[in-house]
């Protein structure tokens, strides 16, 4: 009935540091939050003081 | 800041009188809408959905026959997790505390449970046509309390050791359990049958929503926790935050979760009300930010603010405004 | 009271009600002064708004546009049918990832908005709806993974039971009975949830985009701008409201 591109139905892969274990698929959504809030902030933004998008 | 600084930067802060550019708002929503719908698209395509089928007391019952008949021996003498477990099912215990505060106990048995009725006893009455199971269970009930608490502690205890027969019933070395094994042996062929799955349901009408008993059944034993373990579920793997199979959870529980991982609340009986008064404070810290000195502070200290307008700072000082 | 050719009763644009203005006039008077169409849909905005992080808002709003249209159709066809059919799995599928997003987005949206302070100069208000939008968006989502009928709604349900339960609020929110789960998903929490952030959005819309941090003592623009980047005879005639 799932027809994917990616099987994500097999049991997660964990990361462990001290006494955190997170699963890889949290892991990456945590780092793309952290990521993507970084490059909003710093990347240049077209027509600054000029036109609208 | 002192409070008239705090005061004047509120004021200037009320209303932008200052230069204004051309903005089309329906055309970004529109915009965004697009973008939105196109990565949950890409996405899907991408991934899909986990759909793990569920547990029946059917397929636990035949997939694990011992620690079914284990967990209805213990749902017999009230010793189970929702035997003993308190409000809102029974009077066992009193619940969770903080200090003072029983909660649980104070908003009472909500949703009634005898564990040794509604999981066992009751679906054994209603199977008819078995002479020698329903002279079991006149026996059982007619018995004195302390007799079966001998029978039951000692079937458990048996049930340490078992086997599984290849038929699928459950064998134990000979002891004093009464009528315990005639009892058991048919609540196993009932659940393996799939009758019990639909007796726990039905019990109370036709149309039922309510699946609490069958799960509370299914939970006092093994079956869910140990598919949860392989799926990395359990508490102890910050399960709250993870999904079945290999996909993205709820990371927004992340703060939720910890709690439970360090003492005080992991070795607590109180974890779980401990755990929600904590979360209810920040909570509702969270909410009022704009008002608690130090957290509405910190932006000011620590001047992401600088990247954000960056742009307009620049302006501003290319105008001479800035000193 | 008469009125002529269908105008409401008036002399010289005064109410001619002996009780002075209408619930309903009072009413009105009310939403136009505090929400005038330049200020509800503008078409200006801020110069200083010059940066992604600003979008983060809409890309939250829409992802819950997207979670309620895909929740609409998993509802026509009732809580069985997306486990026996390819396109309510891929239904099912887009409400599962836009609720990813819709908490993606709306987790970089209130980090910006933090470190902006945006509650300034009276704005305590779009805040605190914020916040509040999140705390009832989560369980919003735990009714949701307690509804969907498969393993993971049976190891969700019989473990938050727990933590309810130990607070009380298990004597009337029972997580394990589907009935009453999928009523507060897919009717009462939504609603709340939409409720909270329509007055989140007025809210904006009425106090406007929060003006960033001076940076000296020296007042930034209080008069007059005089070098607007728009042409002097097409000023907005709501946009230096907002």
Same mark, same amino acid.
């Not at chain 2, 909570?283 to 509405?296: E, M, V």
């Given at each position: 009935? &799932?027809?994917? &591109?990616?099987?994500?139905?097999h049991?997660?892969?964990?990361?462990?540091?001290?006494?955190?274990?997170?699963s890889?698929?949290?892991?990456?959504? &945590?780092?793309?939050?952290?990521?993507?809030?970084?490059?909003? &902030?710093?990347?240049?933004?077209?027509?600054?003081?000029?036109?609208?998008? | 800041?002192?409070?008239?600084?705090?005061?004047?930067?509120?004021?200037?802060?009320?209303?932008?009188?200052g230069?204004?550019?051309?903005?089309?708002?329906?055309?970004?929503?529109?915009?965004a809408?697009?973008?939105?719908?196109?990565?949950?698209?890409?996405?899907?395509?991408?991934?899909?959905s986990?759909?793990?089928?569920p547990?029946?007391?059917q397929?636990?019952?035949?997939?694990?026959?011992?620690?079914?008949?284990?967990?209805?021996?213990?749902?017999?003498?009230?010793?189970?997790?929702?035997g003993?477990?308190?409000?809102?099912?029974?009077?066992a215990?009193?619940?969770q505390?903080?200090?003072?505060?029983?909660?649980?106990?104070w908003?009472?048995?909500?949703h009634?449970?005898?564990?040794?009725?509604?999981f066992v006893?009751?679906?054994l009455r209603?199977?008819?046509?078995?002479?020698?199971?329903?002279?079991?269970?006149s026996?059982?009930?007619?018995?004195?309390?302390?007799?079966?608490t001998t029978?039951?502690?000692?079937?458990?205890?048996?049930?340490g050791?078992?086997?599984?027969?290849?038929? !699928?019933?459950?064998?134990?070395?000979?002891?004093?359990?009464?009528?315990l094994?005639?009892?058991?042996?048919s609540?196993?062929?009932?659940?393996?049958?799939?009758?019990?799955?639909?007796?726990?349901?039905?019990s109370?009408?036709?149309?039922?929503?309510d699946y609490?008993?069958?799960l509370?059944?299914m939970?006092?034993?093994?079956?869910l926790?140990t598919?949860?373990?392989q799926?990395?579920?359990?508490?102890?793997?910050?399960?709250?935050?993870?999904?079945?199979?290999?996909?993205?959870?709820?990371?927004?529980?992340?703060?939720?979760?910890f709690?439970?991982?360090?003492?005080?609340?992991?070795?607590?009986?109180?974890a779980d009300?401990?755990?929600?008064?904590?979360? !209810?404070?920040?909570?509702?810290?969270?909410?009022?930010?704009?008002?608690?000195? !130090?957290?509405? @502070?910190?932006?000011?200290?620590?001047?992401?603010?600088k990247?954000i307008?960056? @742009?307009?700072?620049?302006?501003?000082?290319?105008?001479g405004?800035?000193? | 009271?008469?009125?002529?050719? /269908?105008?409401?009763?008036?002399?010289?644009?005064?109410?001619?009600?002996?009780?002075g203005?209408s619930?309903?006039?009072?009413?009105?008077?009310?939403?136009? /002064?505090?929400?005038? *169409?330049?200020?509800?849909?503008p078409?200006?905005?801020?110069?200083?708004?010059?940066?992604?992080?600003?979008?983060?808002?809409?890309?939250?709003?829409?992802?819950?546009?997207?979670?309620?249209?895909?929740?609409?159709?998993?509802?026509?066809?009732?809580?069985?049918?997306?486990?026996f059919?390819g396109?309510?799995?891929?239904?099912? =599928?887009?409400?599962?990832?836009?609720?990813?997003?819709?908490?993606?987005?709306?987790?970089?949206?209130?980090?910006g908005?933090?470190?902006?302070?945006?509650?300034? /100069?009276?704005?305590?208000?779009v805040?605190m709806?914020?916040?509040v939008?999140?705390?009832?968006?989560?369980?919003?989502?735990?009714?949701?993974?307690?509804?969907?009928?498969?393993?993971?709604a049976?190891?969700?349900s019989?473990?938050?039971?727990?933590g309810?339960?130990?607070a009380?609020?298990? =004597?009337?929110?029972n997580?394990t009975?589907?009935?009453?789960?999928?009523s507060?998903h897919?009717?009462?929490?939504?609603?709340?949830?939409?409720?909270?952030v329509?007055?989140?959005?007025?809210l904006?819309?009425?106090?406007?985009?929060? *003006? *960033?941090?001076?940076? =000296?003592?020296?007042?930034?623009p209080?008069?007059?701008?005089?070098?607007?980047?728009?042409?002097?005879?097409s000023? *907005?005639? /709501?946009?230096?409201?907002?």
């Amino acid at each position: 009935m &799932i027809a994917s &591109i990616v099987n994500l139905n097999h049991p997660a892969n964990t990361v462990h540091w001290h006494f955190f274990s997170m699963s890889v698929a949290n892991v990456v959504v &945590i780092v793309l939050l952290l990521v993507v809030f970084a490059v909003a &902030i710093l990347a240049p933004f077209p027509g600054h003081g000029g036109t609208a998008r | 800041m002192s409070r008239e600084s705090r005061r004047r930067e509120d004021e200037a802060a009320r209303e932008w009188k200052g230069a204004y550019r051309p903005y089309d708002i329906l055309k970004e929503a529109s915009i965004a809408l697009g973008v939105v719908l196109a990565l949950a698209v890409v996405l899907t395509l991408l991934f899909s959905s986990p759909d793990l089928k569920p547990s029946t007391v059917q397929s636990w019952s035949r997939g694990d026959p011992v620690d079914f008949v284990t967990t209805a021996t213990t749902e017999l003498d009230g010793s189970s997790g929702t035997g003993s477990y308190g409000p809102p099912y029974n009077h066992a215990s009193d619940g969770q505390h903080i200090a003072f505060i029983y909660l649980a106990k104070w908003l009472g048995v909500s949703h009634p449970i005898n564990s040794a009725q509604d999981f066992v006893l009751a679906p054994l009455r209603s199977i008819s046509g078995q002479p020698a199971l329903a002279s079991a269970l006149s026996a059982y009930q007619a018995a004195p309390a302390n007799t079966q608490t001998t029978w039951t502690s000692a079937y458990e205890k048996a049930l340490g050791n078992a086997t599984t027969n290849p038929n !699928g019933s459950v064998k134990v070395k000979p002891g004093n359990y009464g009528p315990l094994p005639a009892m058991m042996g048919s609540l196993l062929t009932f659940a393996q049958s799939g009758g019990l799955d639909g007796a726990l349901l039905t019990s109370k009408q036709f149309y039922q929503t309510d699946y609490t008993k069958p799960l509370l059944f299914m939970a006092d034993g093994g079956v869910l926790a140990t598919r949860a373990q392989q799926q990395h579920l359990l508490g102890t793997q910050w399960g709250m935050m993870n999904e079945t199979g290999s996909y993205p959870g709820q990371v927004w529980l992340w703060l939720y979760t910890f709690w439970y991982q360090i003492k005080p609340f992991s070795t607590s009986a109180n974890a779980d009300i401990l755990v929600m008064a904590v979360m !209810g404070v920040l909570s509702l810290a969270f909410i009022l930010i704009p008002f608690i000195p !130090g957290a509405r @502070d910190l932006p000011r200290r620590i001047p992401i603010y600088k990247l954000i307008w960056r @742009d307009h700072y620049r302006t501003q000082q290319s105008r001479g405004r800035l000193a | 009271m008469s009125s002529v050719n /269908g105008e409401p009763p008036s002399v010289n644009g005064e109410p001619t009600s002996v009780n002075g203005k209408s619930w309903t006039e009072k009413a009105r008077d009310r939403a136009v /002064g505090a929400l005038p *169409p330049e200020k509800l849909l503008p078409d200006s905005q801020p110069s200083y708004m010059s940066s992604w992080i600003y979008v983060f808002g809409v890309l939250t709003l829409t992802s819950l546009i997207v979670i309620i249209a895909s929740g609409s159709i998993l509802a026509l066809k009732g809580p069985g049918w997306w486990h026996f059919t390819g396109i309510g799995h891929f239904f099912n =599928s887009i409400h599962l990832w836009s609720v990813e997003l819709f908490f993606f987005f709306m987790v970089i949206h209130l980090w910006g908005k933090y470190w902006m302070a945006a509650w300034r /100069g009276g704005r305590a208000r779009v805040w605190m709806t914020g916040a509040v939008a999140f705390v009832v968006a989560v369980p919003c989502a735990l009714t949701g993974y307690v509804s969907q009928q498969n393993f993971d709604a049976q190891w969700i349900s019989t473990q938050a039971k727990d933590g309810l339960n130990a607070a009380g609020v298990g =004597s009337f929110f029972n997580v394990t009975n589907f009935g009453q789960m999928y009523s507060y998903h897919v009717y009462l929490l939504p609603l709340a949830v939409v409720a909270i952030v329509i007055a989140h959005v007025l809210l904006v819309r009425r106090h406007g985009i929060v *003006p *960033p941090f001076q940076l =000296s003592d020296r007042a930034q623009p209080t008069a007059r701008e005089p070098e607007s980047v728009r042409e002097p005879d097409s000023v *907005p005639a /709501g946009g230096r409201a907002s």
